[in-house]
């Protein structure tokens, strides 16, 4: 079974720094990118980073880019967030997510989210 | 920057009726990079529908996803309970690489 573990959530203060992390199973790690979503209670969702398989390419929203720090270690099957200089709008349940696409033609395609790990919340509140 | 948005907001629906979901794009986005989401109350969002049409892996037939070029449609032909949810609608793009609409519920009338 493909499953994604997110932990690290917690309470921090404003300008603290959390670490998530993300433990991944059933699926060979290298294979897949892996990405980090947020939803603030009761609101939407946003994407805000991104870690291909082998190369480790990054990419970040604007609201947490020089922030937070996306990496990975394919030795443990794991992705990590590094959260710095946190602030009340953080405030979120963070979701990490497999990246998944098929090749055709060339180019990848048909990217799609599937599945998402059940969340950990990050509470950052003086 | 592609926004999405999502409408109506709230929809009120039985069960039994068919809901239809509609996510429109600023810019046109490729059917391949268009994808929809169910998130039930308290749970992660579960993929449903991805390439604007193509349905995941265990997800019901009454789940139906259509549309091209700015306006996408997600369609439920016969509303059971566990249907009424949050749906998102989600787009691959350049910067930012991906972002997601704003999300319709479904509630029960």
């Known amino acids: 079974e493909v499953q994604l573990v997110e932990s690290g959530g917690g309470l921090v203060q404003p300008g603290g720094s959390l670490r998530l992390s993300c433990a991944a199973s059933?699926?060979?790690?290298?294979?897949?990118?892996l990405n980090w979503i947020r939803q603030v209670p009761g609101k939407g969702l946003e994407w805000i980073s991104f870690?291909?398989?082998?190369?480790?390419?990054?990419y970040y929203a604007d609201s947490v880019k020089g922030r937070f720090a996306i990496s990975r270690d394919n030795a443990k099957n794991s992705v990590f967030l590094q959260m710095n200089n946190l602030r009340v709008e953080d405030t979120a349940v963070y979701y990490c997510?497999?990246?998944?696409?098929?090749?055709?033609?060339?180019?990848?395609?048909?990217?799609?989210?599937?599945?998402w790990g059940q969340g950990t919340l990050v509470t950052v509140s003086s | 920057e592609i926004v999405l948005t999502q409408s109506p907001g709230t929809l009120s629906l039985s069960p039994g009726e068919r809901a239809t979901l509609s996510c429109r794009a600023s810019?046109?986005?490729?059917?391949?990079?268009l994808a929809w989401y169910q998130q039930r109350p308290g749970q992660s969002p579960r993929l449903l529908i991805y390439g604007a049409s193509i349905r995941a892996t265990g997800i019901p037939d009454r789940f139906s996803g259509s549309g091209s070029g700015t306006d996408f449609t997600l369609t439920i032909s016969r509303l059971e309970p566990e249907d009424f949810a949050v749906y998102y609608c989600q787009q691959y793009g350049t910067s930012p690489r991906y972002s997601f609409g704003q999300g319709t519920k479904l509630e029960i009338k």
């Open positions: 997510a497999r990246d998944v696409s098929d090749y055709i033609g060339g180019a990848y395609s048909l990217i799609r989210f599937d599945p």
């Open positions: 870690i291909s398989g082998v190369r480790h390419t990054t």
């Open positions: 810019q046109s986005v490729s059917s391949s990079y």
């Open positions: 059933g699926f060979t790690f290298t294979d897949y990118a």
